[in-house]
């Protein structure tokens, strides 16, 4: 009886085996897969600012003044001696650098703006971010009283970060200075001009004192002789009101 029993128990035993294997045979096997490997995250950066995307303004006074050429007539307010009319003779692009950080090798590089200014041979009308100037007389510098003269002056107000009111001679007034930087000659069109394309410099914009408001000055420091003279630029602050027409 013993015996009958084992022989049950060994026949179960190899049914459930091949029924098992069958089982196993007809899954499919499992796919080997490689470790994936992270793909590097894409960084979009944006493009670098390049001249070609310069922008200028494109309506209204400004855009019209941005807009003018060579030949047009400007009819303007002067503050003294009232409504004046000057034929364009020259035009000056200039485009606005910065440094993403201040540092002594930190590039300059442009901001994406363009601002204008038209010679009518005795006055240059001169825009400059929001805000326009009539410059009708003008001393030329040299390098050493740009040293002397402005730049301890510029230096002191850019290591305030441009905050400090800070206050020079130039004859025949006094002057406390409102901006610094440096720009690029982009264009240099027509006749009259002291300044070649691609000319580099640096600027300060400075307004007139007590006893002098309203006045303005604004210097222009060429670099290493690179295509300009340096000058000082004397006139008033106007506002596009006073550019009466262009045509």
Do not use: C
């Not at 855009?63 to 307010?77: H, K, L, V």
């Not at 442009?110 to 003008?138: I, R």
């Not at 009283?145 to 510029?154: N, Q, R």
Request: net charge neutral; proline share 6%; hydrophobic share 40%.
């Amino acid at each position: 009886m013993l015996l009958i029993i084992l022989g049950g128990l060994m026949v179960l035993a190899g049914v459930i085996l091949v029924s098992s294997g069958r089982r196993f045979a007809d899954e499919p096997a499992p796919i080997r897969q490689t470790p994936s490997r992270a793909r590097p995250e894409v960084v979009r950066r944006s493009a670098p600012t390049r001249e070609v995307t310069m922008r200028e303004p494109t309506s209204g006074k400004p855009g019209d003044f941005a807009q003018a050429r060579i030949g047009q007539t400007i009819i303007y307010q002067h503050p003294e001696r009232g409504g004046l009319t000057g034929n364009i003779l020259g035009t000056i692009k200039y485009v606005e650098l910065w440094q993403r950080r201040k540092a002594p090798n930190e590039p300059w590089v442009p901001t994406g703006n363009v601002f204008t200014a038209h010679w009518l041979g005795d006055t240059l009308l001169y825009q400059w971010k929001e805000g326009v100037w009539l410059l009708d007389s003008y001393d030329q510098l040299t390098d050493a009283e740009i040293k002397s003269t402005f730049l301890p002056h510029a230096q002191r107000f850019g290591q305030s970060d441009e905050t400090e009111a800070v206050s020079f001679a130039y004859p025949p007034a006094s002057w406390t200075i409102t901006d610094i930087g440096k720009f690029k000659v982009d264009r240099a069109e027509g006749q009259g001009l002291r300044l070649s394309a691609e000319a580099l410099g640096r600027f300060i914009h400075s307004r007139g004192n007590t006893g002098n408001e309203g006045r303005a000055l604004v210097v222009e420091d060429y670099l290493d002789g690179a295509g300009g003279q340096d000058t000082a630029w004397m006139g008033w602050k106007i506002t596009w009101d006073d550019i009466l027409s262009i045509k």
